[in-house]
Each structure stands twice: as structure tokens, then as C-alpha cells.
């Protein structure tokens, strides 16, 4: 008995703070547990079996994951998913760095454009996707009237397999943009103004500090929000849904349909439990891939001021 | 040897004239970049309360109207309250579960995050890298098991479902450790000397010592439970009572009738509750953003 309260500390007064600290934690640290560990337990279950959710599970194997790397279904959504990574986070992140250096100078209404990129951020997605989706619509819409002098006014943006990543992935960027703004200038104003200062001395010019200063004492910064941007950009679903809801949901033959949705779809339309779980895991395992490549590649290209990583 | 340096100087002078035209150049465009980045980013905005505005039969023509001839805001207004007579109950739904969540989440987050900041006791380490461990999780991961495990507790379409899962959080206990651990400890200690537990402890000197990142987590808690749409949609999508609002203007759209103007009215009331909070709170906000791309989420 002493041995085993001797675990919690040595004195009366150590333990009465062990117990307090326990209890301190125990609330959330068991409703993490049960909420998300149980779960993550069942995700590995679930796509085990042959389940729709109301007969009897049937074990069947690795089944589910066999049938994944069979069926076009998956492939296509994967991408899908790879097309609007592509797109979105290369376009993104130049994007939210030209908008990040040019708001790290001394400019007039600087807070001013700082809100106003940001405000995207806090608006629901449903929401905005949803002015966008009307912006889209062909002859009616504000950007079929904006390209009708060139004749494309009936353009329709969101039937077209061809063309329905484009209005997606300018809602994702559109609303992603103010995020990544922030991390960047974060970043740029922690960059030590003497360095610029010592190499205006030397006489490097605007392009010359950016290739040598900016962009390598940024660099961390630049890999924190390529990270960020692809496991956010892996689990694109609001705006499909709300893009392609009027038409066909996911786009004409899934030419929209990302892993989210498709994952929603097997289990919701399909009632296909075990099978979503498999996609579940795969979708798991691709994020964690791309990350440990990026922390791999980072080498190459991220500077740390210290030396250590 | 006077001549030499006149000529320098000249040339000196010539050259930071040059230099300043650049300047003022590259400030021109800059400025050009960035309103046109501006209109870009508020168009949407502008657009969603332009239709909102508009009578039917505007919405039909071409070329567009960018500012409605007669504004019938108000008559629009009444229309969505015609074909949603519940929106004002699918707001109040959507605040209540997002006090709920961020209150709870405070609560539990910050007692487990004072617990791991300032106790010793055995487990720690486990409990505390256990938790860090579910971070790495993305949340479509694990939603369908989710949906089951409420589906057990039968908690489907409920409030309970909506608000309880949503009240633990890894990474907040996480930024709020951090928190906490910047404040000098002496300073909980002479309140212990005076006799104070623990929890008074917490209450009276950490929490208040810690507002700023209290703040920041607390804006970014309420905007991301009030966006919320993928996990209401699964675990209460077909309950007309628990409805929040992202899923009733989603379901709004699934109507096909449903008219741009009223869409877009009810666009708008779904946004504006969190523009206000960010104008108010906008400090708080970037904060936010730069505390949570931190904790790598």
C-alpha cells in the first residue's frame, strides 16, 4: 500500500499535489480519450468489415483495402484531391507572400487591407461558397458578365468537368489567403532589420535582399504554411458540396468529387461503413506521407538562423 | 579637385533622384496590387448583399445591376422568414452551441492545461503525449467512427452531440500549457503560502494573467465551432430542432426554387455574427491564426 502511494510522492504534501494535478487533467484528458481515441480505435475496426450499419458486420480482412486499390472510384478522387492540391497551394502561397511583403512596408491604410484580406477567413465557407457559387453561374452570374465581352458569358463553370476545379479552388485560395498572410508576416517581422540595413550599406539592391535575406530567414515560416496548406487542402469538402449541390453533387462524372467527399458519400449515400473507414485510413496515410516527405525535403531548402533544426 | 567633387556630387544626387522616382514606382504599384487584391477579396461581400437587396425580377438582368435600383432588403428579409419560418431558432441554435463548446472547451482545457503546466504526478508524461498524439489525427479520420460511437450513445441529433465531443481539445490544453508556463511561478506560490488550493489558484492569478492568450483562443474557438458544417451534417443534419445555421442555408440551396436573393439574405445572416466579432476582436483574431499555425493546425 505505501509502495503504491508512494507512486503519487515521497511526502504528504507531494501526493495531496499529484492528486490535484490528476484531477486537473482527468476531465479532458478522458473526454479526449473517449471522444477521439475510442475512435481512432474504431476507424481501424470499421474497415475491417463489411458493415452498413444496421445488419450484422461481416469480418472480412484487408477486403476494404483491397477493394480501394482496385476501384476507379478512389482513384479518381484522389485526383481530384492531387488536382486541387496543385492548384490551390502553389497559387496560394505566392499569392499570400506578395500580399505579406508589400503590407510589411510602411503603406498608408495598411490595417485597412489587412482586414480586408483577412475578412474571408472568419466568414463560414457555406456561406461564401455559396455568394461564389452565384458569382459562377453562367449569363445571370457577376463573372459570366464580366467575361461576356470576350463571349464567354455562358461558360458553365460548374457543369463542365474541365473547368469546375477552377471555381473551388478560387473559393479555397480566396478564403485561405488572409491565413497564410499572417503566418508570413509573422515571419517577415521577425527577421532583424539590421541585416538590411548592412546589406543596403553594401549595396544590394530590392531583388538582391529578397533572394538572400527574405526568402531564406523566411523559409521556416514558408514551411510552416506549406504544411498547413496541404493537410487543409486534403480535406476540401464544404465547398464541392455547396458548388455541385445544384447540378450533380461531387460534378458532372465526380469530375469534383475530392476524398472528402467521396468518403462522405460511401458512408452516407452508399451506407457502405467499413468501406469508408478504409478510405478514412488511406486519406490518414496520405496526409502523414506528404508530411514526412515535407520534413524530409525540408533540409534542402529551410534555414535555421541557429544551425540545429 | 573641386571640379571632381562637384561632379560626384551631381552624380550622387542624380542617382538617389533616380532612386526616389523607383521609390515612389514601386509604392505605385504596390498600392495599384493591393486595391485590386482588395476589390477582389470584399467583392463577394459586396455581391452577397447586393443580390440580397434585389428584387426578383433583377436578378434576371443583363447587364448585371451592381447596386439593386429599389433596394426591398427588408421585403427579401420577410420572404426567407416565409420559406424558413425557424431561421431566427437555426441562429440561436448555432450560437448556443458555439457558447457551449467555447465555454467548455475553456473549462476543461484550462484546468488540464494548468494541471500539466504546474503538477507532478505519475502518468504524466503519458497522459500528456496521449493527447498530443490525437493532434496528428485529422478529424475526416475518424468522423465516421465518431458518428457511430454517438449513434451508440444515442446521442444522434441531439445537442448533446453537437456541443460534448467539441468541448475536449488537445491542441487549446496545448496553447494554454504553453501560456501558463510564461508566468513566474512565484506568483502562484505566495498565493499558496496564503492558504489559497489550487483551483483558486488557477482562477484568481493564472486565468487573469493569461487573458491575452485566453482571448485569442477563445475567437478562434467560437469562429471555427460557428462555420462548423461537415459534423453538424453527419451527427444532426436530419433534426429540424438541433439545426445550426450552415446546414439550413446548405439545405436551403438543396430547394431548388430557392431565388439568389433569398440565398444570398440568408448567406449573409450566417456571416454576419462572426464579421461583427472580428471587427470588435480583430487583434485577438490574428493572434489566433499566428498562435494556432504555431501549434501546427
Known amino acids: ?309 | 579637385m573641386s571640379a571632381t567633387s562637384r561632379i560626384d556630387k551631381s552624380e550622387v544626387a542624380e542617382a538617389g533622384a533616380l532612386r526616389d522616382d523607383l521609390n515612389t514606382a514601386w509604392k505605385l504599384i504596390t498600392y495599384v496590387i493591393l486595391i485590386t487584391g482588395a476589390v477582389v477579396m470584399a467583392l463577394p461581400f459586396f455581391w452577397m448583399i447586393s443580390t440580397a437587396c434585389k428584387a426578383p425580377q433583377e436578378l434576371n438582368t443583363l447587364p448585371v445591376q451592381w447596386i439593386p435600383q429599389n433596394p426591398v432588403c427588408l421585403q427579401n428579409l420577410a420572404a426567407l422568414y416565409e420559406q424558413s419560418p425557424n431561421f431566427n431558432n437555426y441562429l440561436l441554435n448555432s450560437a448556443f452551441v458555439t457558447i457551449a463548446r467555447t465555454v467548455g472547451q475553456l473549462i476543461t482545457c484550462s484546468l488540464a492545461a494548468y494541471g500539466f503546466a504546474r503538477f507532478r504526478f505519475p502518468g504524466k508524461n503519458i497522459l500528456f503525449a496521449m493527447s498530443l498524439g490525437l493532434l496528428m489525427v485529422p478529424f475526416q479520420a475518424i468522423l465516421i467512427p465518431e458518428y457511430l460511437l454517438l449513434r451508440q450513445l444515442d446521442w444522434l441529433n441531439t445537442f448533446a452531440a453537437l456541443i460534448v465531443p467539441g468541448t475536449f481539445s488537445a491542441f487549446a490544453m496545448f496553447l494554454l500549457r504553453q501560456a501558463f508556463m510564461q508566468i513566474p511561478v512565484e506568483l502562484e506560490e505566495s498565493a499558496m503560502i496564503d492558504g489559497a488550493n489550487p483551483l483558486q489558484v488557477l482562477f484568481r492569478i493564472t486565468l487573469p494573467l493569461s487573458q491575452a492568450a485566453l482571448a485569442a483562443f477563445a475567437v478562434i474557438t467560437v469562429q471555427a465551432a460557428w462555420n462548423d458544417f461537415l459534423f453538424p451534417l453527419v451527427v444532426a443534419g436530419t433534426e429540424p430542432s438541433v439545426r445550426v445555421v450552415t446546414i439550413v442555408v446548405a439545405l436551403l440551396q438543396g430547394e431548388r426554387s430557392t431565388p439568389w436573393n433569398l440565398l444570398m439574405m440568408g448567406s449573409f445572416l450566417a456571416t454576419v455574427p462572426m464579421l461583427i466579432l472580428f471587427v470588435i476582436m480583430q487583434r485577438h483574431f490574428v493572434e489566433g491564426v499566428s498562435l494556432s499555425g504555431l501549434g501546427g493546425k
Not at chain 1, 91 to 109: C, E, Q
Not at chain 1, 200 to 225: C, E, K, N, Q, W
Not at chain 1, 254 to 271: G, H, I, K, V
Request: hydrophobic share 55%.
Open chain 1, 1 to 309: 500500500m505505501t509502495a503504491f502511494l508512494d507512486l503519487f510522492g515521497k511526502t504528504p504534501l507531494t501526493r495531496r499535489r499529484a492528486y490535484w494535478g490528476l484531477a486537473l487533467v482527468a476531465p479532458n484528458v478522458l473526454g479526449l480519450l473517449f471522444f477521439f481515441g475510442i475512435p481512432v480505435v474504431l476507424a481501424f475496426r470499421t474497415s475491417l468489415l463489411d458493415w452498413n450499419g444496421i445488419r450484422p458486420p461481416v469480418e472480412i480482412g484487408l477486403g476494404n483495402f483491397e477493394h480501394l486499390l482496385n476501384d476507379p472510384a478512389f482513384w479518381n478522387a484522389f485526383g481530384v484531391t492531387l488536382k486541387l492540391l496543385a492548384v490551390v497551394i502553389p497559387i496560394g502561397m505566392v499569392l499570400s507572400l506578395v500580399v505579406a511583403l508589400m503590407l510589411n512596408r510602411k503603406l498608408h491604410g495598411r490595417s485597412f487591407f489587412r482586414v480586408v484580406y483577412f475578412l474571408p477567413v472568419v466568414t463560414s465557407t457555406v456561406a461564401a461558397t455559396m455568394a461564389w457559387t452565384w458569382m459562377f453561374q453562367p449569363r445571370y452570374g457577376l463573372i459570366a458578365n464580366v467575361l461576356a465581352p470576350i463571349g464567354l458569358q455562358d461558360l458553365n463553370w460548374l457543369t463542365r468537368p474541365d473547368l469546375v476545379l477552377f471555381p473551388i479552388a478560387a473559393v479555397v485560395i480566396w478564403q485561405r489567403l488572409g491565413f497564410d498572410m499572417i503566418l508570413f508576416l509573422a515571419g517577415l517581422q521577425a527577421i532583424p532589420r539590421q541585416l538590411y540595413d548592412a546589406a543596403r550599406m553594401d549595396g544590394a539592391d530590392g531583388i538582391r535582399m529578397f533572394r538572400h535575406i527574405t526568402l531564406p530567414l523566411l523559409s521556416p515560416t514558408t514551411f510552416l504554411v506549406l504544411i498547413l496548406q496541404v493537410i487543409s487542402a486534403i480535406q476540401i469538402f464544404d465547398q464541392v458540396y455547396i458548388m455541385t449541390a445544384r447540378t450533380t453533387r461531387g460534378g458532372m462524372n465526380d469530375s469534383a468529387t475530392t476524398l472528402s467527399l467521396f468518403l462522405y458519400e460511401t458512408a452516407f449515400t452508399n451506407s457502405d461503413l467499413g468501406y469508408s473507414a478504409a478510405i478514412a485510413l488511406a486519406m490518414f496515410a496520405i496526409t502523414l506521407l506528404l508530411t514526412v516527405a515535407q520534413i524530409t525535403l525540408q533540409r534542402r531548402w529551410v534555414y535555421y538562423e541557429s544551425g540545429s533544426e
